[in-house]
């Protein structure tokens, strides 16, 4: 292993017990809901494209799970398979609009804030459900995003890549045609990722962020 050669990682702050969990000073919010249709309420701040987010996912897909959304307050702009233009607008306000939505499995996505000046908050649940498995990839992925932009630090993107492989969720990488961006993807992921964890090794799991509960 050449840990050495890798990036310093900021100093994690201890919120594996956190429930919410508050991130970017309070601006965002995830909250683990263990037996509700859809498991995470993840509180989204005003959309700024100068200073996007932590919350406010990368272009990826599910290899093995669809993904469902459902507005409670504000309005969300969902991409799907391009990032150009919005492919549906979910909103608790215009009651034109629809309320849900579903990402099959193997579709690029991204959702951002469709509200600049309003925040955001909508329910995720992803389909076979794993809880466990699940809490564990957000608690580590936003815990450490957020870390990162504590101390100022660039996060690793082999440190991601380390995330996101145990969570079966590939970057979408933007190539001529959908399946050669699906195949470039799964294989940036597979070669980052291992990287990541054996050569530099990085962790899935870091116990500030996240430990098992026994009896839930």
């Not at 309320?99 to 908050?121: C, G, W, Y």
Request: proline content about 8%.
């Amino acid at each position: 292993m050449l840990s050495f050669l890798r990036s310093s990682s900021p100093p994690r702050l201890n919120r594996a017990a956190d429930n919410p969990i508050f991130y970017e000073d309070g601006k965002s919010c995830l909250e683990f809901r263990k037996g509700s249709k859809y498991f995470l309420r993840n509180s989204h701040p005003p959309y700024d494209a100068l200073s996007p987010s932590i919350v406010n996912p990368p272009f990826h897909f599910h290899l093995y799970q669809s993904e469902h959304f459902k507005i409670v307050s504000g309005e969300c702009h969902l991409y799907k398979n391009t990032k150009d233009a919005p492919w549906k607008t979910i909103s608790a306000a215009d009651p034109t609009a629809p309320r849900t939505a579903i990402i099959p499995k193997m579709e690029f996505h991204t959702l951002q804030n469709a509200s600049s000046t309003d925040p955001l908050v909508i329910d995720v649940n992803l389909a076979p459900e794993d809880f466990e498995g699940e809490e564990r990839f957000f608690r580590n992925f936003f815990g450490y995003l957020d870390d990162c932009k504590r101390a100022g630090e660039t996060p690793s993107i082999f440190q991601l890549m380390v995330f996101l492989k145990h969570a079966n969720t590939p970057l979408g990488l933007r190539l001529p045609t959908r399946w050669l961006s699906q195949v470039a993807s799964r294989a940036f992921l597979n070669i980052m990722g291992s990287i990541g964890e054996w050569i530099l090794g990085y962790e899935s799991s870091y116990r500030e962020y996240y430990v098992a509960r026994k009896g839930i």
